[in-house]
């Protein structure tokens, strides 16, 4: 009797840590660059979109899932403040979302994924879309248009701070 239960416990013991390690085989860096995602803001819940015909980045209420709507994270990575930073690229356009920097709004548009522009690496961590010039991905006062601002613009303007949260969906 106790040689069946230590078998089963290590049975049981063993397939948890062969199930993990399947997890974590899909989290790896090499699978998240195929993943297809879609992010809403959660002021009404509008989805990141792209153009197939202009560099153009928008939010749309129409959250469907095809290309305008998806998105996936390049391939290349680095690190900032304890983030890994990547390129999130549109599915539509194969551009990558940028931003520029040097303003309390920046804008954002697709371009060319490439060379050592700080203003296409972002993480998602925490539910807010960051870049690595430390702005933050936000919907506009009219919620249709997407810029980039430091957190502080949230009181000094008296920004909604929902402007500010995107929820992933790995699809």
Not at 32 to 37: E, G, H, K, L
Not at 42 to 66: E, F, H, K, M, R
Not at 129 to 152: A, H
């Amino acid at each position: 009797m106790t040689s069946r239960r230590t078998s089963l416990r290590l049975a049981l013991s063993t397939g948890i840590a062969a199930l993990m390690l399947i997890i974590a085989g899909t989290l790896s860096p090499a699978s998240a660059a195929t993943a297809n995602w879609m992010y809403m803001n959660d002021l009404g819940q509008p989805c990141l979109t792209s153009s197939t015909a202009s560099s153009n980045i928008w939010v749309q209420y129409s959250c469907s899932g095809n290309g305008a709507t998806t998105w996936h994270w390049g391939s290349e990575t680095n690190q900032w403040q304890g983030h890994s930073m990547r390129r999130l690229v549109s599915n539509a356009s194969g551009d990558c979302l940028t931003t520029d920097y040097g303003a309390e709004t920046n804008d954002v548009y697709g371009a060319p994924c490439g060379g050592g522009r700080t203003g296409q690496f972002w993480t998602a961590d925490n539910d807010e879309i960051q870049n690595q010039n430390t702005n933050y991905l936000r919907t506009s006062d009219s919620g249709d248009g997407v810029f980039t601002s430091p957190k502080s613009v949230i009181s000094k303007y008296g920004i909604n701070e929902t402007r500010f949260v995107w929820w992933g969906f790995l699809l």
